[in-house]
């Protein structure tokens, strides 16, 4: 059973930073791409931004420029640095691990994180 623990949420100002983190039970190259999602008051489920094995980093459109993915391998870690922070920013984070081959697929999850944002 694969374990994602995220860390590092909390309230800040609009314009502000917070770095958030995610622990895998087993190595991050096990896993096909490993990312970042957000679900804010009644809003969907959303990816902000993820990176691949290969280390190819992609992020939504809404955060290009302010969020930064990134991963230590020797730690089993995958972090996001958020900078210029919004109030739309708002929202519960989740790490999220995918593990897929030719015939199956499985996502792991972690148990979220709250990042505030205020005005």
């Known amino acids: 059973q694969v374990q994602l623990v995220e860390s590092g949420g909390g309230l800040v100002q609009a314009g502000g930073s917070l770095s958030l983190s995610c622990v895998a039970s087993?190595?991050?190259?096990?896993?096909?791409?490993m990312g970042w999602y957000r679900q804010g008051p009644g809003k969907q489920r959303e990816l902000v931004a993820s990176?691949?094995?290969?280390?190819?980093?992609n992020s939504a459109d809404s955060v290009k420029g302010r969020f930064t993915v990134s991963r230590d391998a020797a730690k089993n870690t995958v972090y996001l640095q958020m900078n210029s922070l919004k109030p739309e920013d708002t929202a519960v984070y989740y790490c999220n691990a995918n593990h897929s081959g030719r015939y199956y697929g499985y996502d792991y999850w972690g148990q979220g994180t709250q990042v505030t944002v205020s005005s």
């Open positions: 087993r190595s991050i190259f096990t896993f096909n791409v």
């Open positions: 990176i691949t094995r290969d280390g190819i980093t």
